[in-house]
Structures are given as structure tokens and as C-alpha cells.
């Protein structure tokens, strides 16, 4: 039972490259999210999937786009990475969403040189 | 700015002591609450949720709510050298969107 898979484990950027995160979850959960997590700062949520079809902005969007491929994948993209967005991301999913508890993947690592 | 704060630590107790774990909330709204474990490293796993007020009892974990007073807090009864890790408070308001504290980060010296 994988759970929230996420890849890459590990990346590095220079500033102005571009990448997608890619998430999946197995648990036929409706609904996705991505955090990004920097020291000292909680997780603080980037964009979410209610549901298949729709997504939204979080707290932190700017410089991000997301895509909900289907039910079970939600990618992250970074369309010119900056040093700012050097961080840890993580994808979660959610059964139903609202009041719900977060699955999270392993995380990846990503350096914006 | 909906807001959850937590004392970052490090917290220290020894081994089979009483670790207690606090967490603040700025928006009275909020529904859910949370704890998160997060190894270096790791990312976070839920170990505690809680919906209405007073104590909820799970194993060696005890969560305590307080709306009146905004505060929820964790109670890690005989604590283990493996119960080292970043706890995380999260608070959800009813929407989608869950807000994390920056965690505490909690050693136990065996």
C-alpha cells in the first residue's frame, strides 16, 4: 500500500528553470493538496484539489501552477524557479477534504541556485 | 492572518516522564485540531485529532481541547527516546485549508 507518492526525491534548480512536481495517491482519497515547509515556518499550503476538476489557491500560490491530471494525480509546477522557492514540498491527500486529516508523501527536496 | 502558535523547543524530558506538548489558535471558527509527528527528515504523520472539548485518549497520547481558551495541548505519558521528533499542531476552520504551527521539537534522553 504506497499511500501519497511523490517524485522527485530530490531536486536542484538554476534560478529561471522550470519542473513539475508529480503526486499520486492510491487511496482514492477526493482530495489533494501541496505544502511547502522552510525552517522555522509551518507548513504553509500552497494549492489544493477539493475534488477532481477544481482547484484552488492556498496560502502561498504566487510563482506555482497546479494540475489535477485525474482522481489520483496532482502536479506542482514551477514555471521559473526562484531562490525564494527553495524549500521542501510536500503533497497530502485527504478522504473528503473539510475537517479532514492530511496523508502525506515523503517530500522533495528542491535548491533554486 | 488566521494564526497557530507553538513553543519551538526544544523540549527535554527523560525517558518514561510526562512530555506536554501546547498549541495556540487565533481564529475561534476553527473545528478540527490536529497533532503531527515529523521526523528529521520524515514528513508528518498524523498521531492525534480532536473535535469537541476536553480529552481524548489514545494509547500513551492524550490530546486536550480548551475553545474557550483557543489552546489544545499533547500529553505524551512514559516517554520514549523514540517519541523524539518535531510535533505539529494543525487547525482547521472548516474549509479545506489547515493551518500548521511551526512545530515543537521534542527530546526524550533515554
Known amino acids: 500500500n504506497a499511500g501519497v507518492t511523490q517524485t522527485p526525491k530530490f531536486q536542484v534548480l538554476k534560478t529561471g528553470q522550470s519542473m513539475t512536481l508529480q503526486c499520486a495517491q492510491d487511496m482514492n482519497h477526493n482530495s489533494m493538496y501541496w505544502y511547502r515547509q522552510d525552517p522555522g515556518m509551518g507548513l504553509r499550503l500552497i494549492y489544493y484539489s477539493a475534488s477532481e476538476g477544481t482547484t484552488d489557491k492556498g496560502e502561498v500560490p504566487n510563482g506555482y501552477n497546479v494540475s489535477r491530471l485525474n482522481k489520483r494525480e496532482f502536479s506542482l509546477r514551477l514555471e521559473s524557479a526562484a531562490p525564494s522557492q527553495t524549500s521542501v514540498y510536500f503533497c497530502a491527500s485527504s478522504e473528503t477534504g473539510r475537517n479532514e486529516k492530511l496523508f502525506f508523501g515523503s517530500g522533495t527536496q528542491l535548491s533554486v541556485l | 492572518q488566521k494564526e497557530v502558535e507553538q513553543n519551538s523547543g526544544p523540549l527535554s524530558v527523560p525517558e518514561g516522564a510526562i512530555a506536554s506538548l501546547n498549541c495556540t489558535y487565533s481564529d475561534r471558527g476553527s473545528q478540527s485540531f490536529f497533532w503531527y509527528r515529523q521526523y528529521s527528515g520524515k514528513s508528518p504523520e498524523l498521531i492525534m485529532f480532536?473535535?469537541?472539548?476536553g480529552d481524548k485518549e489514545d494509547g500513551r497520547f492524550t490530546a486536550q481541547l480548551n475553545k474557550a481558551s483557543q489552546y489544545v495541548s499533547l500529553l505524551i505519558r512514559d516517554s520514549q527516546p523514540s517519541d523524539s521528533a518535531t510535533y505539529l499542531c494543525?487547525?482547521?476552520?472548516?474549509?479545506?485549508?489547515?493551518?500548521f504551527g511551526a512545530g515543537t521539537r521534542l527530546f526524550v534522553k533515554a
Open positions: 494543525a487547525v482547521n476552520t472548516g474549509g479545506f485549508k489547515t493551518i
Open positions: 480532536i473535535y469537541s472539548n
